[in-house]
């Protein structure tokens, strides 16, 4: 069992900077062969992946996202952290993040989501 838990700010200012943190608890982010990712939702849209870390600390990103999109991580806390520059009221959005099972080929299926948290674009 892996918990994860979404914090951060849930309204950012047009241009400036969405930060959300992931806190996983029950296991470790460097563990093989786990993935570490974000995906969120727009009102009345769907589910839209944002990008990961892998248990190796690589990344990757969403090519509709990936001048905007930073992901990183702090081993000694067990967190890894969103940065989305940038933003305008389109990334209004609940904001997910999960862990993917996979193996050294890359993700391949979810297993574990936080609970999310809104976060609201608007000045």
């Known amino acids: 069992q892996v918990p994860l838990q979404e914090s951060g700010p849930g309204l950012v200012k047009p241009s400036q900077t969405l930060s959300l943190t992931c806190t996983v608890s029950g296991g470790s982010i460097t563990t093989n062969y786990y993935y570490w990712s974000w995906i969120r939702q727009p009102p009345g849209k769907g589910l839209e992946w944002i990008g990961y870390?892998?248990?190796?600390?690589?990344?990757y990103y969403s090519p509709s996202l990936k001048s905007r999109t930073s992901i990183s991580r702090d081993t000694s806390k067990n967190q890894f952290t969103l940065q989305l520059s940038s933003v305008t009221p389109e990334d209004t959005a609940v904001y997910y993040c999960d862990r993917v099972q996979g193996g050294l080929s890359g993700p391949q299926e979810y297993d574990y989501w936080g609970q999310g948290t809104q976060v609201t674009v608007s000045s």
């Open positions: 870390i892998a248990y190796s600390g690589s990344t």
